[in-house]
């Protein structure tokens, strides 16, 4: 799309709404009148839920007049699509230029190193690209692979609003996918166009009948192969007499939408949370590979605690991964505000699943040190070789949003795409032979050839294995690691060759000390079918706040996490339910106890397993 032309209709946007401003001059409220001409100006700041004003405004606000400056094509690709996932590789993270520069610079400062950064400035004034380099350089942040593009904004939240890679075919071209966004904030709206137009991306947009329809960014994550999650917040804005003028839609109609333009097959939704005013899944879950989800956790009975307790069982008893699996439940602390409030006693809504995958960088959100190492050292144990990056983002968590909000990411032009269930530790090893791996690798002109490399100590040298196509018609590869002792850890990784010669890794980082790995019958602490729980070491211990117990299972199994004192008596249950199979965490907060030596124990109809606890 020609950038004049997106400059004229950007153009005929702003002054469409400004003439409908002053017909309804007459009818508005004052306040209602000064905060328009505030929101269409681009000067106000606005959060990321709905303002006051903004609700108000949904009782007269015609979404039909700026979706008629949609430049999307109204219809969905003509070749089936893939939509990617958020670990699959990037060529670009786009932000708007707005408040909160300071955490927009560093997101710049660390994304830059990975891929091209486009940054969305307004014409002129303090969002312009001169405040925008200004700024970088004063920090010290060069300007070599960024890239600027001048649009019209209402606010800072582009996951939201911003384009959706999807692929035909799997591997094949690239499209962008548009919503319409459920906010009454018109620039935003059509800024997909604009980063379609500027990387030459056709855009398919959700805004013409009958598939008019209106989602979030923050609220929709796939796996890559066609299983997406959302809260039931895309049911409620899509039903009848909804406040955005789309479908309406019954939950048949809109996961048929989603399997037209984002190749969604399966559309599993949760539970909406009281104290996430915004209901964006992003804020308390985040899909970190195929069968895997990293989930919130707040102590027993707190905030939106029971809520995610009560989505994670409805997903553990009615879905498997598209590997046929059970979901592996990871947990990670949401922690409390300043002066340990949680969200149910005014606190923020403090997030680390709000984290930003780009390529071999994590962008995680940091608030204090003593939640920030346990959600680091959570991280870094699930993704070996990555750079995990630390923001602070107390400045902007007020407004319900953090890292993820904020960016958007861009898949690359020609994805060389693998898939592969990783390995998980063995327990019965003796009837093992060798460990047969497999994955699957696409790529529009072919897979020429694949490795797998392997080794047990990651200090030496990997040893290849030549990959054999077993199955052309799902592109399935296959290699077998031999068979090895007892208590042997291995590490491995996989590499695919497209016959135009590109190269990828699965895992992507590889290139910085990136693998999987898998234990064949650990040693004694590990768990067996006679030993089916094992704690880990709790950490940090001694302990003074927030303090991590690192379970592992080989199966679910029904059972609790106390707390006891020396003399065996209960003084707190941690948990009570079915734990996963393989790793979780159960939190607690130190502060809430007496200093002393206390025990941690689980307690299930099999056994009693249990380890030391000091608290300072």
């Known amino acids: 799309m020609d950038c004049n032309i997106l400059a004229t209709n950007r153009f005929r946007l702003i002054s469409g709404l400004n003439q409908k401003l002053l017909s309804m001059k007459k009818s508005l409220p004052l306040f209602l009148l000064f905060f328009t001409t505030f929101l269409f100006s681009q000067e106000r700041e606005l959060p990321h839920y709905l303002t006051k004003e903004e609700k108000a405004m949904l009782q007269w606000y015609d979404w039909t007049t700026h979706s008629s400056f949609d430049r999307g094509i109204g219809e969905p690709p003509a070749e089936p699509v893939r939509h990617m996932a958020e670990w699959e590789e990037l060529e670009a993270l786009v932000v708007t230029w707005r408040q909160y520069k300071p955490i927009l610079t560093e997101i710049i400062r660390h994304a830059k190193e990975e891929v ?12 312009s690209q001169a405040n925008a380099e200004g700024t970088l350089s004063a920090n010290g942040v060069s300007l070599d692979n960024i890239e600027f593009v001048t649009a019209g904004s209402n606010t800072i939240w582009s996951r939201d609003y911003l384009q959706n890679t999807v692929y035909a075919n799997d591997v094949e071209d690239r499209y962008f996918i548009d919503w319409v966004y459920n906010r009454p904030r018109p620039l935003d709206d059509v800024l997909s166009d604009e980063i379609g137009a500027y990387l030459g991306t056709p855009v398919y947009s959700t805004t013409e009948a009958p598939t008019r329809l209106v989602n979030t ?53 949760f539970e909406t949370l009281d104290f996430d005013v915004i209901h964006h899944i992003d804020m308390h879950m985040h899909l970190v590979d195929e069968e895997t989800i990293l989930w919130g956790q707040y102590p027993t009975g707190v905030a939106d605690g029971p809520q995610i307790e009560a989505n994670i069982q409805y997903l553990q008893d009615n879905y498997l991964s598209a590997f046929g699996t059970p979901y592996r439940i990871e947990r990670i602390i949401q922690p409390p505000g300043f002066g340990g409030n949680y969200p149910n006693t005014n606190g ?10 780009i390529n071999k960088t994590i962008l995680l959100p940091y608030y204090e040190e003593q939640y920030d190492t346990i959600a680091y050292r959570v991280y870094s144990e699930h993704f070996p070789g990555y750079k995990i990056v630390g923001i602070n983002c107390n400045a902007m968590i007020g407004a319900l949003g953090a890292l993820h909000c904020i960016t958007k990411e861009v898949g690359v032009n020609d994805p060389l795409w693998i898939v592969h269930q990783r390995q998980r530790d063995i327990s019965d090893n003796e009837q093992w032979g060798d460990y047969e791996l497999t994955a699957n690798i696409k790529h529009r002109t072919g897979i020429e050839s694949a490795q797998l490399y392997w080794t047990i100590d990651t200090t030496s040298a990997y040893e290849t294995l030549d990959m054999s196509l077993v199955d052309a018609s ?8 031999p068979h090895q002792p007892d208590g042997t850890e291995i590490f491995y990784y996989i590499q695919g060759h497209a016959v135009s010669g590109k190269s990828q890794f699965r895992p992507l980082a590889v290139p910085t000390g990136g693998y999987y790995n898998f ?57 009570a339910g079915q734990l996963p199979i393989g790793k979780s965490n159960v939190f607690l907060d130190a502060n809430d106890y007496r200093a002393g030596t206390y025990f941690i124990r689980i307690k299930t109809e099999e056994a009693v397993f249990s380890n030391k606890l000091v608290i300072n």
Do not use: C
């Open 217 to 269: 960014g923050g609220n929709f994550m796939s796996d890559g192969l066609g299983t997406a999650f959302s809260s039931k917040l895309i049911l409620e804005e899509n039903q009848p007499n909804n406040d955005f003028d789309a479908g309406p839609h019954d939950e048949a109609a809109i996961d048929s939408i989603f399997s037209m333009f984002m190749g969604i097959d399966r559309y599993i939704k």
């Open 348 to 357: 923020d809504y403090r997030t680390y699943t709000n984290s930003v995958f």
């Open 474 to 481: 799902t592109n399935t590869w296959s290699a077998s690691i």
């Open 116 to 127: 091209k950064v486009i940054v969305i400035v307004a014409p002129s004034g303090s969002n």
């Open 519 to 575: 234990s064949v019958n650990d040693t004694p602490t590990s768990v067996t079918e006679l030993s089916p729980i094992v704690i880990q070491d709790i950490y940090p211990n001694p302990a003074s706040a927030i303090t991590v117990i690192p379970i592992e299972t080989n199966r679910q199994i029904e059972g609790k996490v106390e707390m006891v004192d020396v003399m065996g008596r209960l003084v707190k249950v941690l948990f």
